[in-house]
């Protein structure tokens, strides 16, 4: 079969005029197709988006790194009276304990408060971390300007800080806050550099991810000199409602020292705590862990959406084809007519299946088109984060087409499969 | 067979039979025989069921037969398979029906340039022939009017000027006049026996004696067979 380019283009240019002849029948016939591939570029815009969002703060925690956290359990604020001394989480001895694991590098402590940052009478609400210096690096924390402390200020416990990018916006919308002094609590701490800002949506929380914009690092040693072991929670009522509890880690941070070592190491540690903790008032996260269910959920994600987008490219296929048996029926005198002027069997074929193709195709255009807009709508009213990907847009435009072949096939066969004679008579 | 040089076409007993249902075969043809030579006026003429249509459908490659001989130009065509055949009515014959067959979405000038669409010529050559078939049939000024916008007489006209884009040696009429008034008839009458004049074989069905009268021979036919040749 000889493939003439120029005679291709005549048969598409004369598919399209017919198809155009009937603009509301043949846009009513493509629906199908541009929801079936308009939904599989959202959904999987908008899956990818969230998949990319859970991974970027996975990540945020660092793979190599497993982290306890100390859990205030529920049943202890039933069983004990406000005001009175609560003690949990994680200690000195679990530190101690811990750093005997030999797969673990290193354990990086982190005591937390949330507490009001003051300056000039402008004051909010921030998170104080009180940790070591290479904190930094283990969380990949980014220095925007200034610079993180260092060894020498943990060891002499300077009051030094380094603020999130929402407290330097709020403390100092337009000054260089860079050597200036913060109040909190009733100690003043001199802020020596500034966190970069990250960009996480609310879903963060649900990973353990701390929000860093609203964070204040300081020396561990120093939080020790200037507040001590306790952590206050503010209840709604008076001084008297206030809950007091001796912590002394909010969390640890071990570095593993090979990747495929993370998961042995984490049931060790889940071990040597279980030893020493009556009650589980700790939680050990390892994102590494994180990071592979949230692969196994976009997976699952995709199969469905497959599945679901398989089925409405099927259905939108299937209105195509009985379009295209229509147009052959309501044809078939043309039909005839061509075979009388020499078309051959093939050339009936390639009118008709080039006409479903168009059908198809045009509604795989409108669709991405669609696909591509819905997401925008999305991200700007619903806040989501959406990630185009672009084989899902070629993936989805390719069966659109695919569509088109397999379905129109059946429906130019039978075209060409006319006896003339009786298409010549067909009334 | 050696004088078949200026013979176009020859029938050697041909018959045909329709099938209609299992057991039900119904003949057509029954052991027809004839030879038409190159320019000739053929009349085909005979009450309906005779089988004429039949036979000018053979001879326009659009039916199969079911036995006997079937040479065009010489050639035995009888096995010839559908692209064959639809090669042979591409290159070779122009076809006139009494419903003028025209396709309604297209106009006059796409209509006119159908055959040649097949046959895969250049767009622009195709176009000039079109237009200058058009100017022939005298329908210079409709060609972009569609087919209903025109009377019956110029859609045959429309018809006679596809019918000639691919230079055919053989234009095959079944009953060209059969839906247009006299006058019409007439002016459709005189344009193909200007065309047969020109060398073009000609072979028209009809049962109006006065179409017949044109042409140089008429073949009459009853129940599958030539009955009367003159």
Known sequence: ?427 | MNQNNNQIIRFEEIVKIYHLGKDIDIPVLRGVSCEIKKGEHVAIMGPSGSGKTTMLNIIGCLDKISSGKYFFEGKDISSFDDDALSEIRSKKIGFIFQSYNLIPQLTVLENIEMPLFYQQVDEAKTREKAIKLAHMVGLEDRIKHRPSELSGGQQQRVAIARALMNDPVLILADEPTGNLDSVSGKEIMNLLCGLNEKGTTLIVVTHDANIAKYAGRVLKMLDGRIANEN
């Not at chain 1, 509890?245 to 998961?263: C, G, M, P, S």
């Not at chain 1, 379905?407 to 004679?421: C, H, N, Q, S, T």
């Open chain 1, 1 to 427: 079969m000889k493939i003439n380019l120029i005679h291709l283009i005549r048969i598409v240019r004369h598919g399209w005029k017919n198809i155009w002849l009937h603009k509301l029948r043949s846009f009513l016939t493509v629906l199908g197709i541009v929801f079936g591939v308009a939904s599989v570029i959202a959904m999987l815009a908008i899956g990818e988006g969230a998949s990319y969002e859970a991974r970027k703060m996975i990540e945020s925690l660092g793979s190599n790194n497993i982290i306890i956290r100390s859990v205030k359990l529920p049943s202890d604020a039933k069983t004990q009276q406000a005001s009175t001394l609560g003690v949990y989480g994680l200690t000195d001895r679990d530190f101690r304990k811990l750093e005997t694991i030999p797969s673990v590098v290193k354990i990086i402590p982190a005591w937390e408060m949330e507490e009001d940052v003051w300056c000039y009478g402008k004051t909010i609400s921030a998170r104080i971390i009180g940790t070591l210096p290479e904190y930094k690096d283990v969380m990949n924390l980014s220095i925007k300007t200034g610079r993180y402390f260092d060894e020498v200020e943990l060891q002499k416990s300077e009051p030094v800080a380094i603020i999130g990018s929402t407290v330097r916006t709020s403390l100092f919308p337009v000054e260089d806050p860079i050597g200036k002094t913060i109040k909190i609590k009733s100690s003043y701490f001199k802020v020596i550099g500034i966190a970069g800002e990250k960009v996480f949506a609310g879903a963060s929380e649900s990973f353990m991810a701390e929000d860093a914009n609203i964070a204040v690092y300081i020396p561990l040693t120093t939080t020790r000199l200037f507040f001590g072991e306790y952590e206050v929670k503010r209840g709604p009522g008076g001084v008297s409602s206030w809950e007091r509890n001796w912590v002394q880690y909010h969390r640890f941070i071990l570095q593993v020292a090979e990747t495929d070592k993370i998961l042995t190491t984490a049931s060790l540690i889940s071990d040597v705590l279980s030893q020493t903790h009556k009650k589980q008032d700790y939680q050990i996260i390892v994102p590494l862990e994180l990071l592979r269910q949230a692969e196994k959920t976009k997976r699952i994600f995709n199969i469905v959406l497959g599945s679901i987008a398989a089925i409405s490219l099927i259905v939108g296929g299937i209105g195509i084809m009985n379009i295209m048996l229509a147009i052959v029926t309501e044809r078939t005198r043309e039909i005839g007519i061509r075979r009388a002027v020499g078309a051959k069997k093939r050339d009936i074929i390639n009118q008709f299946l080039t006409e479903s193709v168009i059908l198809s195709a045009s509604g795989g255009i409108i669709g991405v088109l669609l696909g591509i807009l819905i997401p925008r709508i999305v991200t700007k009213f619903a806040g989501m984060m959406t990630l185009i990907t672009p084989w899902s847009v070629l993936l989805s435009f390719t069966i659109s087409v695919a569509v088109g072949i397999t379905f129109g096939i059946y429906p130019a066969r039978k075209a060409a499969d006319l006896d003339p004679i009786q298409a010549l008579r067909y009334e």
